[in-house]
């Protein structure tokens, strides 16, 4: 599924509008009006969505032309993952440890529905399910900091090069990692979940980045 066809059918999807939006948003990086033509949506949501996007630094707002993506360095994304790495890493493992670990069963679902829209290159859904995991997970430790603090790391990270990726099947390993992830701390083993946090973050580095880190 191309670019154009997957940002179209998420229009429709039943996830979060103004997510979907504001990664369209920075997916296409054109006008407010051409974004919202290729979703085919009415501009208002299009603008707040890119305004949105201005006030966290993640476009910037060109007069009479649109908006434009700033390019993110190599260090930008280093800094990003770095401290994801040190949030999500020991919050993944104190939910392996707790006593009653039963409401993370729900999320080996949604794991293997992101494993699917990873093989099919479907972007959207892809983009979607892996933000309800992630945040998901840490909202069962009752941090709501934390969970926000996790939010707008990711909401930092640029997409350059995602739907390429997504085209070449590169995000499906990402997804079986989710799987592994939830199986781990389902099992109670802290060290595994550690270990396997730690690897997929570094492999969503690289995809975030545009690549493959083929060392992860």
Known sequence: MGPASS???????????????RYSALLLAESVINVASELGV????????????????MVEIIRNRGFR????????LE???RLRTMLEVPAMTELA????RAPVAAFRQL?????????????MPFLDLDRQFHLGLLELLG??????????????????????LADQGELTRSGEEHVAIVDAIIAGDEELTAELVRKHLTHSRGIWAGRTERGA
């Open 69 to 76: 993506v700033p390019v993110l360095t190599d260090h930008d």
């Open 111 to 123: 794991a293997e529905q992101l494993t699917d829209a990873a093989r099919a290159g479907d972007l």
């Open 97 to 100: 440890g707790l006593a009653d």
């Open 7 to 21: 940002l179209r059918a998420s229009a429709t999807a039943p996830w979060d509008r103004k997510a979907r939006v």
């Open 143 to 164: 941090n709501r900091r934390l969970v926000a603090m996790v939010g707008q790391l990711r909401d930092q990270a640029r997409m350059e090069g995602l739907q390429k």
């Open 42 to 57: 009415s501009i208002t949501p299009v603008r707040e969505a890119v305004m949105d996007l201005a006030n966290l630094g």
């Open 79 to 81: 800094e990003i993952f």
